[in-house]
């Protein structure tokens, strides 16, 4: 059931990741800034499209209230926060679906694919993660840019061929990359992104080992869908990422 | 007669100004031989000492010291951190440096030859020369591609491609393809310090020549620059224009023409993308002739495109239709006297001048 309201603000306490005690539960660490892209007042959606939390993600933040496991347990602070992108995520999903309309109505081209669905799993990675970490992921991608930071108006820009869009226009839906956040397309080619983030993780890794910046801590997480998992890349970037010890997630969302 | 008159003067003037042409051409008189294996080797080595973002990465660049010998002595003098070894993964490899360049590291990447850079392609092309205009300027990509390119000897038809056309037709890629010692320092130099990625396109039958290089090539900062051709031997009677492993043919075929009373002008083409139409286009006006050399397939390749040049910009100075010498339109064979028949010679080249002047061809 759907219902408006207003996120609350965060009130923004960076932490270093690793550190997990038993009266902390787990913080997000986010900057000072507040949640860019969120919308003081979200749109009341319509009662058809399904808006509940996906059952395993409810089931876990039960769970963990019952049985206290310090590791997973989030406040209900953090789940606002994240529902609230999740939310964001569909309700430009929407906003795409609309824009498919259009799309048959011949005001915009090009490819247009969804995520209806899935938010949970790029929210859920991408909310742990600082602004100097990268992500790269294939196709739909506006999720996940969205939930690293990059305006919704800049997206939806860019998907309607606007100077004002995020890439100028030159990108379109399947390409939105954004240097500020670290977003590294939307890829379309799904096994295209995993070598890319296995390089963007050597990178981290030659500048705190060559470039000697020992502060040097950022992570790159590839999104890709389970059927990439047939690609040679897949493996050839599995292999290298053990081989050299490189600080990368690699995100396998069944898309089925 | 006045037309005899005007042209004994303009010979009497260009006798005058070639020796210092001449002179301008190699900088200074040549005091030391060094071959193009060496010339990279020491262009990587400068610049691997001058930039500590710059790295090597490729198959057998560092314990082998490279399979061609190029990277001889880096991974000695750099260490395993910027002399990688790869394993036998062209996709995966080339896609991680071009994530790397991202964010503003300095890959180079080795291709054992360009052949398998088609394992390649796609990071090439959509990761690393699209992306700059995908996110409208910001994200550069300086990363450089090198190796082997064209024809060797006795390798067959899958190690055996050019791949200059390919590359260049592509935008937002820069494609060298050095001749000389000179030309492999300064380009090489010139590559790793752009921040757009390059292809750049070594001769493997090169490797091994040796070339007089002056003090200014030696020096650490010397630096060719990028889409300028050069004028490797001035001539007034019909422009050959080549690139790699071609120039040092058509320079043969010059000699040779010479003896027939044809002076012919040579343009070692240096740079593929972006090509030097200017230079081109301002010697056919001089001479009205042109033959364009490449080791490559025919269609669609180099000389199709200057020749696409010339008509669209000096057509009406032409004298005669242009020639195009290109490699044969199979794959490589590999016996050794097919492979000579499939790759241009110096009587190709020879003859196809002879024609554009209208010389009896024998």
Redesign the interface.
């Known amino acids: 059931m759907a219902t408006a309201f207003s996120p609350s603000k965060f009130a923004a306490q960076p932490s270093p990741l690793n550190t997990t005690s038993q009266n902390n539960p787990l913080t997000i660490p986010t900057t000072a800034s507040p949640f860019l892209g969120s919308t003081r007042k979200l749109i009341r959606l319509s009662s058809s499209s399904n808006l509940n939390l996906r059952r395993g993600s409810e089931t876990v933040v039960k769970e963990n209230k019952s049985k206290s496991t310090p590791n997973l347990l989030i406040t209900k602070e953090e789940g606002l926060e994240l529902y609230e992108d999740m939310v964001l995520g569909r309700a430009v999903g929407t906003a795409f679906d609309k824009c498919a309309q259009m799309y048959y109505d011949r005001k915009m081209f090009g490819l247009v694919d969804l995520y209806n669905g899935q938010e949970a799993v790029s929210t859920g990675f991408i909310k742990l993660l600082k602004q100097q970490d990268?992500i790269?992921y294939a196709y739909p991608d506006h999720v996940q840019a969205l939930s690293k930071g990059v305006p919704a108006r800049a997206i939806l820009s860019e998907l309607l061929r606007k100077a004002t869009g995020c890439?100028?226009g030159?990108?379109g839906s399947l390409?939105i990359?954004?240097?500020e956040h670290n977003v590294?397309?939307g890829?379309d080619?799904i096994w295209?992104g995993?070598?890319?983030?296995?390089?963007?993780?050597?990178?981290s890794k030659?500048?705190r080992?060559?470039?000697k910046e020992a502060d040097c801590d950022q992570v790159t997480l590839a999104f890709f869908w389970h059927g990439t998992c047939d690609n040679?890349?897949f493996y050839?970037?599995l292999?290298?990422a053990a081989?050299?010890k490189l600080p990368i997630v690699f995100v396998v969302e069944n898309s089925v | 007669m006045l037309g005899i008159v005007r042209q004994k003067m303009l010979e009497q003037s260009l006798k005058k100004i070639r020796p210092a042409v001449s002179v301008l051409r190699s900088y200074s008189s040549a005091a030391k031989q060094m071959t193009v294996r060496e010339a990279l080797n020491s262009a990587l080595d400068e610049e691997m000492s001058a930039d500590s973002k710059v790295f090597l990465m490729g198959e057998e660049v560092g314990e082998y010291q490279g399979a061609y010998k190029i990277t001889k002595g880096l991974l000695d003098k750099y260490g395993p951190e910027r002399v990688l070894d790869t394993p036998i993964t062209e996709a995966g490899f080339t896609g991680i440096a071009v994530g790397a360049a991202y964010y503003g590291v300095k890959p180079v990447v080795e291709f054992m030859t360009f052949n398998f850079s088609m394992q390649a392609i796609d990071h090439i092309i959509n990761s690393a020369a699209k992306t700059n205009y995908m996110s409208s300027g910001r994200i550069s990509v300086p990363i450089v591609f090198r190796g082997p390119n064209g024809a060797a000897a006795g390798v067959g038809a899958q190690h055996s491609q050019c791949y200059a056309a390919w590359y260049a037709s592509c935008p937002g890629l820069k494609v060298l393809a050095p001749y000389s010692s000179e030309d492999a320092r300064g380009l090489l130099k010139a590559g790793i310090r752009d921040p757009d990625p390059v292809v750049f396109l070594e001769n493997e039958l090169l490797y091994g020549e040796s070339f007089p290089v002056s003090d200014e090539v030696l020096d650490s900062s010397f630096c060719l620059p990028i889409g300028k051709a050069k004028i490797e031997r001035k001539g007034k009677d019909v422009t050959i224009a080549a690139y790699s492993k071609m120039v040092g043919y058509a320079l043969k075929a010059a000699e040779t023409l010479e003896k027939d009373g044809i002076d012919a002008e040579v343009i070692n083409l240096r740079s593929i993308r972006p090509l030097d139409r200017s230079t081109i286009n301002a010697s056919v006006r001089k001479t009205n002739r042109l033959v364009t050399v490449e080791e490559a397939f025919p269609q669609h390749g180099v000389g199709a495109e200057i020749c696409a040049s010339i008509v669209e910009e000096s057509f009406a100075y032409l004298d005669a239709p242009v020639e195009r010498i290109a490699g044969a339109d199979v794959p490589m064979p590999y016996a050794a006297n097919l492979e000579r028949m499939a790759v241009p010679q110096v009587e190709d080249i020879v003859r196809a001048a002879k024609r554009t002047c209208y010389r009896l061809v024998s």
């Open positions: 990268s790269v890439c100028r030159q990108g390409n990359f954004s240097r590294l397309g890829l080619f295209e995993i070598p890319i983030a296995t390089g963007v993780a050597f990178r030659y500048k080992e060559v470039l040679v890349q050839e970037c292999n290298v081989l050299w």
